[in-house]
């Protein structure tokens, strides 16, 4: 008689892409807004972003579930922040705490792929990007989800971003323009939205910069 | 309060017992829309043991506190405790006697947080929830899964709807439909799984959720059409057949 076994999952893939771009004075945070699971669309108007901090944002993909479960933790400890530092998290701040809070659950991780893109302390373009436990490095972009590799090739080519291999180190933020920058995030969900089936419906953009936060809207294919 | 040797790992057999593996009981689909004057739901009353329609009288809605309609399938016990749950959640709501009273998103929230924490002890609530209200004139239409994925949208369905329904609801569904054309709608929809959902059964509601409150109709039946020419002589093309 074998032993019954749960079949059952904990975890489940809700789909979609993020990116982030850093700029000498600007960050761009971008994810679709498709929501689906298995070959179901469950909806099609679901925001991957959310604000962290003051100059602070955070887009993610994977199971929404511990996503949202992640952003409200990181709410939380940034609300205790303020009240004992009297004062936003810095974006390099928060990033270390995201890695800490996914290393926590190492055992049973937040399903969850996470780009964070904000301004650092000298207003600096400044995005971090992350695995499902942790493991997490300061870029110039970064794309995650089940896009990422469909739009970070794209990324490679066309930010003329200076090399990490090279010698001094160079500054990692794209020196294209804040709107460059912008129209090539359209360019690339749309391409990606071309092949890949979880990725579509609409594009969600936020743009940081000394101004503050600006968010802009296009329509993607809803195939 | 059983103890349990640490000898026994979280899947032996003895500590599956204590946990959800499978459904037994089950509801089938829940669909739902936003209308003008707030939300319509609808499910049927069928309650299946595996392939056996056991109980042919299961309210699979009920209302929630003064601004909410709870409707569940899966599980049918795990929706039982589930309401055991709201239970004492409304009542404490209402011994503070202040004037407040939780809200649609509010149970919506409450209930996201249940299934996420019961997902994350590896025992779930095996159940698919939509949770629709109006408060304050603003209506308010959510979903819940069994391993805590959320959502709300203007239309939600479970199990099955999601295939059938939605794509009928996307289509024909807008903003400020009446009553009239919300219950046509509702209708289409729960025609399409009486259908092709082998676990439907003719017998349905459709509760209305307003400002003024929850009204659940009379469980009724839809009128179905079975006179294809193709049903009255199915082997004209294949002779022999049956």
């Not at chain 1, 019954?4 to 999952?9: D, V, Y």
């Not at chain 1, 436990?133 to 110039?140: K, M």
């Not at chain 2, 392939?51 to 599980?75: P, Q």
């Not at chain 2, 009553?179 to 959902?197: A, I, S």
Request: glycine content about 8%; aromatic content about 10%; hydrophobic content about 35%.
């Amino acid at each position: 008689m074998t032993k019954q076994r749960a079949n059952w999952s904990p975890y489940d893939n809700n789909g979609g892409s993020c990116v982030a771009i850093a700029g000498a004075d600007y960050c761009v945070i971008a994810a679709d807004t498709r929501m689906s699971t298995g070959y179901n669309i469950l909806s099609r108007e679901y925001s991957k972003i959310t604000k962290l901090a003051d100059k602070c944002l955070m887009a993610s993909s994977g199971f929404q579930a511990d996503v949202k479960a992640l952003q409200k933790h990181l709410a939380a400890r940034h609300l205790i922040y303020q009240h004992q530092h009297n004062k936003q998290m810095s974006c390099p701040a928060m990033g270390q705490l995201l890695s800490n809070t996914l290393y926590y659950k190492r055992f049973f991780p937040y399903y969850s792929f996470n780009v964070l893109g904000g301004l650092d302390s000298e207003g600096k373009g400044c995005v971090y990007t992350y695995d499902a436990v942790g493991s997490y490095e300061r870029v110039g972009y970064s794309s995650q989800g089940s896009g990422s590799t469909l739009i970070m090739p794209f990324l490679d080519n066309q930010l003329k971003s200076p090399s990490p291999l090279l010698l001094p180190a160079q500054d990692a933020v794209t020196p294209l323009s804040e709107t460059e920058a912008v129209d090539l995030v359209k360019t690339v969900f749309a391409s990606a939205t071309e092949r890949d089936i979880y990725t579509g419906d609409k594009l969600e953009i936020v743009v940081v910069n000394a101004e503050g936060i600006r968010r802009e809207y296009m329509d993607l294919r809803k195939d | 309060m059983d103890q349990k040797p640490f000898s026994q790992g979280l899947l032996s057999s003895e500590a599956d017992s204590q946990r959800t593996l499978y459904p037994y009981v089950t509801g089938t689909s829940v669909v739902a829309l936003k209308y003008k004057d707030g939300i319509l739901m609808a499910a049927d009353m069928g309650g299946s043991y595996g392939s056996t329609l056991r109980y042919k009288s299961v309210e699979r809605m009920k209302s929630i506190g003064k601004h909410s309609l709870l409707g569940a399938s899966g599980e049918l016990s795990d929706f039982q405790e589930i309401l055991r749950y709201l239970d004492e959640l409304i009542l404490y709501d209402n011994m503070w006697d202040d004037g407040n009273s939780l809200g649609p998103k509010e149970v919506h929230s409450y209930l996201t947080r249940v299934m996420y924490n019961r997902r994350n002890k590896f025992n779930p609530l095996w159940s698919s929830l939509v949770l629709g209200g109006v408060k304050n004139g603003e209506k308010y239409l959510g979903m819940v899964s069994m391993i805590g994925v959320h959502f709300e949208d203007n239309h939600v369905a479970t199990g099955f709807g999601n295939h059938l329904a939605r794509p009928i609801l996307r289509e024909e569904w807008h903003e400020n439909l009446s009553f009239e054309d919300g219950v046509k709608l509702l209708e289409k929809c729960m025609r399409v799984l009486l259908y092709r959902d082998r676990s439907a059964v003719n017998k349905l509601q459709i509760a209305k959720i307003t400002e003024e409150g929850v009204t659940v109709s009379q469980p009724y039946s839809l009128k179905t059409f079975w006179g294809f020419s193709a049903f009255s002589n199915p082997t004209v093309g294949a002779e022999g057949s049956w």
